[in-house]
């Protein structure tokens, strides 16, 4: 039987590489060899033992090589339990169109996987992949998408990877897609490789050619290699690692130029790519090279990412939620983000919150946020008294809706892991500001609506023991427009709960009569959402 040498040869390396994807890990480990044998059993019916995975892995030396036998077996399992194929190509060093296709069908399947909702019940986005056509078809190189956490940039992507690269009837039939996870450049040592270190080892590209030229070379004429790379969000990178990353892009970038076959896509947070950008424009023609509009500054996101109304109704109508066109604007404007609209898909009592009008589905999905990604998540109490901290600094949000991310700096080192989940989960977002000579960043909620949710948690604990009615008064005199009648309803929640109802003296408030119907509507209903909840029969 012929046998390959146990040296570091590109097959052994493969599979390393493969098994550490399938398996969405950094690094495979000792543990992991015992079970990954077992299955190798269940679902190819060969052996390949416990001791033979610890060679192959590197946890065990021996002088002994590894047989075809034990190679097959393996490219078998990958292919049977991840779907990665066709199966010779686990032991071919010489096809880096074959390696880009192994590792962006294992990313697509690790999302679809992790995706919040079905990902049959996720939609194209007609706006992106306008975007996307202009950018594949122009002569700029790199685009970036900047948007929060859970507006979907990573599943934006995984359509646009299915529809223009997808094995079946693809749009680009002559292109090639590398779609990897930031992720991947992240070591267990806590180091990081640069773009040019991962896309060589990967792809198995030696040393002896420059990987610019390469790359572009290995395009047939009008042909075009797209590189995606996606989930800067989902690592706690330290300084000098996302520095030597960002700066191994620019690189690549710079070295591809104007009018390349190789194209990149990024997608980043908003004060990511804006300090990626900072790095970006002291290189030369760079101008010439970004596709879009530079920088996101303030407030401004991505148009890409947030739901057209006809895009939400239609995730609704897959989702068998029919009543999409009665919801007011309040709870369509909150439903645009699309891990928003997961939380209406997969709430508990979908069915019955249904029947209610918008601002009681509005409340209750606010209250979701809270309780699955702050106190149903780790480190919810320093959460808790970060965010309080926020309010606290914009003075219960009469002095603006932003915090200064110095007047916070204090409180990061005890607080950092707390921090960035925040961060990583949607609930907070960090934003430079340009007020003056030099820019500043702050820190605010990404959603209103979870502002003025722990706005009013701080008012109860302001006016504890106080009545209710003193309470209202205080929002009537202090606030104005949807934050006041936002504050109102979370009190009139809190009321019906505690049976406290001096808040229902209406008569003193300045509220427009718009204002009075829609209170009156949802005090109504939140009674008889009250009774549900308590085990009464609704009526």
């Not at 995975?53 to 047989?67: D, V, W």
């Not at 439903?335 to 508990?348: D, E, K, T, W």
């Not at 009592?349 to 780790?378: D, H, K, M, P, T």
């Not at 001096?502 to 949802?522: C, I, N, T, W």
């Amino acid at each position: 039987m012929k046998q390959i040498s146990m040296g570091p040869s590109p097959e052994i390396s493969r599979i390393r590489s493969l098994m550490r994807d399938a398996l969405a890990a950094r690094e495979v480990t000792p543990a992991d060899c015992r079970p990954i044998s077992r299955d190798i059993s269940v679902l190819t019916h060969k052996t390949v033992s416990e001791t033979t995975l610890k060679r192959i892995f590197g946890f065990a030396g021996s002088s002994q090589s590894f047989s075809r036998y034990t190679l097959a077996a393996l490219a078998e399992y990958l292919e049977a339990r991840y779907g990665i194929t066709p199966r010779e190509n686990v032991c071919r060093e010489d096809s880096v169109f074959a390696n880009m296709r192994v590792i962006t069908l294992t990313r697509l399947k690790a999302i679809e996987a992790r995706c919040g909702i079905p990902f049959p019940m996720t939609i194209e986005r007609k706006g992106a992949e306008k975007e996307f056509e202009a950018f594949f078809n122009g002569p700029r190189t790199l685009m970036a998408i900047a948007a929060l956490p859970g507006q979907g940039k990573t599943i934006m992507l995984a359509h646009l990877a299915r529809r223009y690269f997808g094995t079946d009837g693809h749009i680009c039939p002559e292109a090639a897609l590398l779609f990897i996870g930031a992720a991947s450049f992240y070591k267990a040592d806590n180091t990081c490789l640069t773009l040019e270190d991962y896309l060589r080892k990967m792809l198995f590209i030696g040393p002896e050619v420059l990987l610019t030229e390469y790359l572009q070379d290995l395009m047939p004429s009008g042909a075009k290699m797209v590189i995606m790379i996606d989930g800067f969000d989902e690592v706690n990178w330290t300084g000098p690692a996302k520095a030597l990353l960002y700066d191994s892009i620019i690189d690549l970038v710079g070295g591809l130029g104007e009018g390349s076959a190789v194209k990149v896509i990024l997608s980043m947070r908003p004060l990511a790519w804006a300090r990626f950008f900072q790095r970006l424009r002291g290189a030369p023609q760079m101008d010439r090279i970004i596709h879009g509009s530079g920088p996101v500054e303030g407030r401004a996101l991505s148009g890409l990412l947030l739901l057209e109304e006809w895009e939400a109704g239609e995730i609704c109508r897959r989702a068998g939620i029919g009543t999409y066109d009665r919801f007011g604007t309040e709870l369509r404007e909150f439903l645009a983000r699309p891990v928003n609209l997961q939380l209406l898909i997969g709430h508990p009592r979908r069915e019955v919150l249904l029947g209610f009008g918008s601002g009681i589905i509005l409340c209750e999905l606010v209250y979701a946020i809270v309780r699955q990604r702050i106190y149903g998540s780790n480190y919810y109490t320093e959460k808790i008294v970060f965010l309080k901290r926020i309010v606290s600094l914009t003075s219960q949000g009469t002095k603006g809706y932003t915090a200064p991310k110095e007047a916070l700096m204090a409180d990061m080192h005890g607080f950092r892991n707390a921090y960035m989940e925040l961060l990583s989960d949607g609930i907070l977002m960090e934003e430079m500001l340009s007020t003056g000579v030099h820019p500043l960043e702050s820190i605010c909620f990404t959603d209103t609506y979870l502002f003025d949710y722990f706005i009013f948690a701080s008012l109860l604990e302001t006016f504890h023991g106080l009545p209710a009615s003193d309470v209202a008064g205080h929002i009537n005199a202090t606030y104005d427009g949807n934050r006041r009648l936002n504050l109102l309803r979370a009190l009139a929640g809190h009321g019906i709960r505690s049976r406290e109802y001096g808040f229902m003296e209406f008569s003193a408030l300045s509220l427009d009569p718009r204002e009075k119907d829609e209170l009156v509507l949802f005090i109504a209903e939140n009674v008889c959402y009250d009774r549900y909840h308590r085990g009464d029969t609704l009526v």
